[in-house]
Nanobody
Framework: QVQLVESGGGLVQPGGSLRLSCAAS????????MAWYRQAPGKQRELVAE???????TYADSVKGRFSVFRDIAKNRVSLQMNNLKAEDTAVYYC???????????????WGQGTQVTVSS
């Protein structure tokens, strides 16, 4: 099986910074892309940032210029550096991976358990 384990969430004041990390483990053959999604109370889950195996990145308009996504391909890890945090960034952040397992025929999507980020004074 595959596990995605996130770390780094917490409480931060507006204008502050946090760094989220996610490590994928298990019978992984290849990870095509990794991403961070978030879900605020009463809202749908939305894409925050994505990074492909070619290290191409995509960001939600609301976080461009403030958030940066990084990937360590050899270690199956993805990080999200969040700067100048705002109250509207408050949400549960989920790690996501599009990958193929060893001996697997198809690509599948996997999710972490989520980590809470709260931006408040």
């Amino acid at each position: 099986q595959v596990q995605l384990v996130e770390s780094g969430g917490g409480l931060v004041q507006p204008g502050g910074s946090l760094r989220l990390s996610c490590a994928a483990s298990g019978r992984i053959s290849n990870i095509y892309s990794m991403a961070w999604y978030r879900q605020a109370p009463g809202k749908q889950r939305e894409l925050v940032a994505e990074i492909t195996s070619a290290l191409t990145t995509t960001y939600a308009d609301s976080v461009k210029g403030r958030f940066s996504v990084f990937r360590d391909i050899a270690k199956n890890r993805v990080s999200l550096q969040m700067n100048n945090l705002k109250a509207e960034d408050t949400a549960v952040y989920y790690c996501y991976a599009d990958l193929r397992i060893i001996d697997g025929l198809n690509r599948n999507n996997y999710w972490g358990q989520g980590t809470q980020v709260t931006v408040s004074s």
